[in-house]
């Protein structure tokens, strides 16, 4: 993920807990299970031979053995692993009955459709995730049986014009864009640097070229100290005071000082409140509603296909 300063203040909305969920819908994965990924792709946990009873660990001279390990493990959530492999075999063997397969494309369109439930790149998204221990190579997985299943029910899934409208229509407060303003900033250590860049600056020296060079933020930097639109409550106290009452186009006239450093600030655009209409995001509703349907349609399709299927457990 991009580094660079941090001036956003943490915040949480419904929309964005109702995204995650989503995004997360096909995994149903705790960070328990996250975890258990990692230990089960090194362990076979139910080889429960010698290698199984080997000690692990010794605490005051008492052994704890991979056996109490792995009952740990299964106490914990290893049976909704389990039941997880389970229910991506019965897609995985419907898929090639139908001769249904996947591509690297269907997986990438997958990955890029839930980036977008978390409003980042797949890349910011990747990193998220190997922060859990859940790796690439392991989500990657996860949206294969994905795409196996939305290419299972496609013709159960489809969305009209009628639905997209009904969404709308009945979720205005979603789709109402507060005030927001746009700005650049070049962030610095000291008073007398962010002097002598504004002094460099009323000369006519060019902003976005001295925020590449100078800027201690680097995430805007390369930008040119774009840190696009925001609205209020967004950014820290002083920041956001400055960019919501000066003019666009006006840099500020001395440094604004915050808990980061010294900011110029550039404003350089503003936006009312506004609504947005149905055109720009007629699409992001469609795949909202249709990730919705998928998640309604295929736990019934699991649970159709668990009663028909004949599932055999070694230790039994």
Not at 16 to 32: C, D, E, H, P, Q
Not at 159 to 176: A, G, K, L, P, V
Request: aromatic residues 8%; without cysteine.
């Amino acid at each position: 993920m991009k580094k660079g300063i941090k001036l956003m203040n943490d915040f949480n909305t419904a929309k964005g807990i109702r995204t995650y969920k989503a995004a997360l819908f096909w995994m149903g994965t705790s960070i328990v299970l996250l975890i258990l990924l990692i230990i089960v792709a090194v362990w076979n946990p139910f080889a429960k031979a010698s290698a199984a009873s080997e000690t692990i660990v010794t605490v005051n001279g008492e052994k704890i053995t991979k056996d109490q390990l792995y009952d740990e493990m299964y106490s914990q959530g290893g049976s909704a692993l389990i039941e997880g492999l389970i229910n991506k075999e019965l897609i995985r063997q419907e898929a090639k009955a139908k001769k249904i397969s996947v591509t690297d494309e269907d997986i990438e369109a997958e990955l890029e459709r839930q980036a977008a439930n978390f409003d980042m790149s797949v890349e910011e998204m990747m990193s998220m995730f190997e922060i859990y221990g859940f790796s690439s190579e392991r989500l990657r997985s996860e949206m294969e049986s994905q795409a196996m299943m939305r290419k299972l029910l496609a013709e159960e899934i489809k969305i009209s014009d009628e639905d997209i409208q009904q969404y709308y229509d009945e979720n205005q407060d979603q789709f109402t864009l507060p005030e927001q303003v746009r700005a650049s900033h070049i962030l610095v250590e000291t008073e007398e640097e962010a002097q002598e860049i504004l002094s460099e600056l009323n000369r006519g020296a060019d902003f976005a070229a001295l925020a590449e060079e100078r800027s201690l933020d680097t995430a805007s930097a390369v930008n040119g100290g774009d840190l696009d639109y925001f609205p209020r409550g967004r950014m820290v106290e002083e920041f956001e005071e400055a960019a919501f009452t000066m003019d666009i186009g006006e840099i500020t006239k001395e440094p604004v000082q915050t808990v980061h450093g010294y900011h110029i600030i550039k404003k350089t655009d503003h936006q009312e409140e506004r609504i947005q209409p149905l055109d720009e995001v007629k699409d992001q509703i469609k795949s909202l509603l249709e990730d919705e349907r998928l998640y309604t349609l295929s736990t019934e399709w699991i649970q159709e296909k668990r009663m028909q299927a004949v599932v055999e457990y070694a230790n039994e």
